[in-house]
């Protein structure tokens, strides 16, 4: 039967007069909370993936590259600051950690937890980029960076090329995680929003966050150790 | 809603203790340690082995407790293995290539008609 | 399949997803599946004759030895711009949105008794990711590539045409297809109607299914694979170019992981569109459902471990050439297998002859050519000849436009009932199928032995002894775009102007789709379908 016109139209003003009070799920039309949690979740896992996938390809060409140039990679390792990496490491690794517990607060609906939490991993992501940034330019002084190449250390460039690939996406994702963690995570739980009931975002946020440290575990031993 | 669908934990999740991420970091913090170690020592080419080998088990640590991938289901646990199988197969082709290129030959020159 | 929801009773002016709301901004700012899927048509379309007109001026050159059209195509530098933008229209801006984007989107939740896809809003920034792509493609135009679709280091690396922004381009619209992939995952695993279980499911769901799964995974290897060309452009990484001690080959080993699986997100769905045509005009269940689904799986996966058959003389070991020679034969086992049940379910069919049916009759015909000229082309000895030639370029034709074009073009003819609500002129959509299927082969077939007599592919010119093939390949073009464009015509006026009305299930089809309103409501069905039966049950007894 043909709905008219206006049933729908009061409808849908309902719908979106629809009161979410804090802690409660939204209203989604098509799905009820449960499937949409699944749904989300399940998204986002698929999310992660292709970003694995994303960095998939630098893995294969540092693989390569390492083949044909085993020394310079082994030489061009050694120029790198393995303390500060191993610094990054740990940091990005406690970040991984609060960004857990941030999640086992929402579910408690301790949303101070959340913004607590979740406010150390983003302090976590500031302290690595500015680790990054010391190592970036040590680097550029020495002429191993790109456009200030110097011929002294062209030699290296194709350890050189593919590192700066894998930690310059690296570090977006570190920006990208900690803006994810602020909008979805820190900024709703300071109004409260999260619940036992719903608290999908900070889970998804710390989903994100920790796979930003899962490509770490991977980059610091290859670059830094191995090379 | 529907039997169709088979998820599971789907309206609250299992709340995991704090206690226990703490352990989990703590075995993370261990295993860095231990690959910095290891890498100091010269293994030849078992040192990238080994690297890579902790670094699969702090990220499975991850994976596992921080993710809460020890309580995802089967559908979950395939799309997170996909990328790690592609990556696979992706080094396997081409190190199905270019280590076994053959040399390239000096061109011989020949006498002009 | 049986289904428990109401149908809508004819009145006039009943209320649909295409009437509910009006005006531009309304379909612009839709987040409804359906609305979504006529912003993807009509943007495929407009690269789809862009790309066909690139395609015709290069025909038309080719029409004879010796330059033809001088005053477009000024030289060989010229001529390489329109094969490259041919390729990448056609490939990156029709083909691979394709099916998914615009026939996926319409039917996967109708099929599924679903209301919507599992991310209403992520599908529509999927789309305005598609157009963000194709703008900066056109801004890339300005000093337009001439590289090939492939993008081959180092000469992408290094010559200074436009390549960073065209592969930023293809970029952004391998997230626009990323993104499609996701959704379409997580909906079929979430939002599949009470009773709908997964061996239950229609074929295109399953293909689509399958499809999705490659959209996800494999296109960041391609979107990274650009970057890091991007990378080399701008700051002179070193990983693709020899003379830094990089490895060229290895950009086409990451290009052609996610570019061969790329093939079979084109021809998959057509797979499915085929799979449910074929059942309802015979009038018979599909044979074989099982080995159908599991074959579409194993395509997928199978298509992900025979990439360097691209490769074959790029310089690759013979080690690996092997490999990658007897794996490809493994896929198209698989393929074999889909055209064995089509076959085996008209046999014995009580067989209709309406439009749909016609072009999937035509799929399994041009797909069987495409297929077995594939495996000439894996036979390493018989590639070490056909490679970059015309043969290549006809069975890619063959797999591309025999395939997943005619897949389209079939399912928009299927569904174009319930999409539109109208009854399109079977005479002139017959007439369009014969002018589009015997040009297809009078353009493509001489180009085979072409191929055979070895002339090579993206040549602007060729010796006079090759003219007669390329004249009659263009006659073949020019009958090809026409009979699309008088397909597509049809189909759009009817669409605007036409009369007929169709009823809610003009071919007597047992999909859920088809339990609801021709064109169906905003909200797809009025109550929630119940499944209670499997989905091709024509001429079976109900049993209790």
């Known amino acids: ?227 | 809603m529907s039997h169709a669908n088979h998820h599971s934990h789907d309206e609250v999740g299992h709340i995991v203790p704090e206690s226990l991420f703490l352990k989990v970091l703590i075995a993370l913090l261990v295993l860095t340690v231990v690959t910095v170690l290891a890498a100091q020592v010269d293994l030849g080419k078992w040192n990238i082995v080994g690297a890579l080998l902790i670094a699969t088990v702090k990220a499975s640590l991850v994976i596992y407790f921080f993710m809460h991938g020890k309580y995802e289901n089967r559908i979950i646990w395939t799309y997170i293995l996909i990328p790690f199988v592609l990556l696979a197969i992706m080094i396997g082709g081409v190190f199905t290539d270019d280590p076994f290129r053959s040399k390239p030959v000096p061109l011989q020159v020949t006498q002009q008609p | 399949m049986a289904a428990h929801s109401a149908s809508t009773t004819a009145g006039h002016e009943e209320l649909n997803y295409l009437n509910w709301k009006t005006g531009l901004w309304s379909w612009l700012s839709s987040t409804d599946h359906k609305r979504i899927c006529f912003l993807y048509l009509y943007a495929i379309m407009i690269f789809f004759v862009l790309g066909g007109i690139a395609a015709l001026i290069m025909r038309t050159e080719l029409a004879t030895a010796g330059p033809t059209i001088p005053s477009i195509v000024k030289d060989s530098h010229t001529y390489n711009v329109f094969f490259t933008m041919h390729g990448v229209f056609m490939i990156f801006l029709f083909v691979v949105p394709g099916i998914p984007a615009t026939l996926g989107n319409f039917l996967i939740p109708l099929m599924i008794g679903a209301k919507d896809v599992a991310f209403p809003r992520l599908n529509l920034f999927s789309w305005y990711l598609y157009v963000f792509g194709a703008l900066i493609g056109a801004i890339a135009m300005m000093n337009p590539v001439d590289t090939g679709w492939t993008f081959y280091a180092p000469y992408s690396t290094t010559t200074d045409t436009n390549v960073s922004l065209m592969v930023f381009a293809a970029f952004v619209l391998g997230f626009s297809s990323i993104l499609t992939g996701l959704n379409f995952i997580v909906t079929i695993h979430q939002l599949r109607a009470p009773g709908l279980t997964w061996m239950r499911l229609p074929v295109f769901i399953w293909a689509s299914y399958a499809t999705a799964i490659i959209q996800t995974v494999a296109t960041p290897v391609v979107g990274m694979t650009l970057l890091l060309v991007i990378a080399e452009r701008v700051f002179g990484a070193g990983i693709f170019d020899p003379t830094k001690g990089g490895d060229p080959v290895l950009m086409e080993h990451l290009f052609w992981f996610y570019s061969h699986p790329v093939v079979y997100i084109m021809v998959l769905p057509a797979f499915g569109v085929v799979g449910e045509i074929i059942p309802v005009f015979s009038r018979k269940p599909l044979f074989g459902y099982q080995m159908v689904v599991l074959s579409s799986i194993a395509i997928a996966a199978v298509g992900f471990i025979v990439w360097a058959h691209h490769m074959f003389v790029a310089g690759i070991s013979d080690f690996s050439a092997k490999f990658f020679s007897i794996v490809t034969f493994l896929v198209a086992v698989p393929t074999a297998i889909k055209v064995f049940n089509w076959v085996s379910t008209m046999y014995k069919g009580s067989i209709s002859f309406k439009t749909p049916m016609l072009y999937a009759m035509g799929f399994v015909f041009l797909f069987m050519v495409a297929g077995t000229t594939g495996i000439y082309l894996a036979m390493l000895g018989v590639d070490v000849y056909y490679h970059d030639t015309y043969f290549v370029v006809a069975h890619f034709h063959y797999t591309i436009q025999g395939g997943a074009v005619i897949g389209l073009i079939a399912a928009l003819h299927m569904w174009f009932p319930k999409m539109s609500g109208k009854m399109y002129s079977e005479t002139v959509s017959k007439t369009a199928f014969a002018v589009l299927f015997i040009g297809f082969n009078l353009t493509f077939i001489p180009q085979f032995i072409l191929g055979m007599d070895g002339m090579p592919r993206r040549y602007y010119d060729y010796p006079v002894q090759y003219q007669t093939l390329h004249t009659l390949s263009t006659i073949g073009a020019f009958m090809n775009g026409f009979g699309y464009m008088l397909a597509l015509l049809n189909l759009a006026w009817t669409a605007k102007f036409g009369k007929v009305k169709a009823p809610r299930n003009p071919y007597n089809s047992k999909g859920l789709e088809w339990q609801t309103a021709s064109p169906p409501p905003h909200e797809n069905f009025d109550t929630v379908p119940v499944v209670t039966e499997d989905p091709y049950n024509y001429g079976v007894p109900r049993h209790a």
């Open chain 1, 1 to 227: 039967m043909g709905k008219d016109k206006e049933v729908m139209a009061s409808n849908a003003a309902v719908a979106e007069h629809h009161h979410v009070a804090p802690g409660d799920p939204p209203h989604i039309h098509h799905m009820d909370s449960s499937t949409a949690y699944g749904a989300a979740k399940l998204g986002m896992w698929l999310f992660l993936a292709t970003e694995v996938l994303l960095f998939a390809v630098m893995f294969c060409s540092f693989a390569v590259m390492r083949y044909y140039h085993l020394s310079e990679f082994h030489d061009a390792s050694n120029h790198l600051n393995l303390p500060l990496g191993a610094l990054n490491t740990a940091v990005l690794l406690f970040s991984s950690y609060t960004a857990a517990v941030a999640v086992t607060k929402a579910q408690k609906g301790d949303n101070k937890g959340v913004v607590r939490n979740f406010s150390i991993s983003f302090a976590c992501g500031l302290i690595f980029l500015v680790i990054k940034t010391i190592e970036y330019t040590g680097k550029a002084e020495h002429g191993m960076f790109p456009f200030v190449w110097n011929e002294h250390f062209y030699e290296y460039k194709n350890f050189l090329g593919i590192y700066y690939c894998m930690t310059g996406l690296h570090a977006l994702h570190v920006i990208i995680g900690m803006i994810v963690m602020y909008i979805y995570g820190i900024r709703p739980a300071m109004n409260n929003r999260y619940s036992g009931r719903y608290y999908t975002p900070v889970e998804l946020g710390a989903l994100y966050w920790h796979l930003v440290d899962l490509i770490w575990i991977y980059l610091f031993p290859l670059l830094y150790l191995v090379g």
